[in-house]
């Protein structure tokens, strides 16, 4: 992630909305990325779900990830999945595959909600840093002055 992100996604994390309205459309994103790519991604049904759940938890943290996680897996499961146009799972590659995307999705929904609260806190501690540097600057040139 790079540093300008992370400013543009705190603001955006304190309008909860914003994270949701990704956790929507990013699967959706998802499923026309996947249709543009056409036979190319057959075998893989969750590749292009994945940045989606990334904006979201990113924009919205852990509950915005999920939605657009379990969306996508919905997607996945009715337009890649066999049986086509259908949510029923067949026993085991059904199961194995939505449950080690389920798997894939909760390990980046945690980690990219951590790194965005880390980044809160490094601001936080990088703000108060310059506010005592600037009282320390304020007393030693003060006390220059007498």
Known sequence: MSMEFF??????????????????????????????AG???RGFPFITFFPGIWFAAALGGV????VAAVLSALICLYFFI?????LVVIWPQGYVALFTFGVVAALMILLVDEAMKTNI??????AKLRGMNEELEH???SGRAS
Do not use: Q
């Open 7 to 36: 400013p543009a996604a705190l603001r955006a994390r304190e309008t909860r909305w914003i994270g949701f309205a990704v956790a929507v459309c990013g699967p959706v994103a998802g499923l026309f990325l996947h249709w543009l």
């Open 39 to 41: 036979p190319n991604l």
């Open 63 to 66: 509950l915005a990830g999920a």
């Open 82 to 86: 066999p049986p086509l146009h259908s």
């Open 139 to 141: 007393r030693v040139a």
């Open 121 to 126: 806190r490094l601001s936080n501690a990088s």
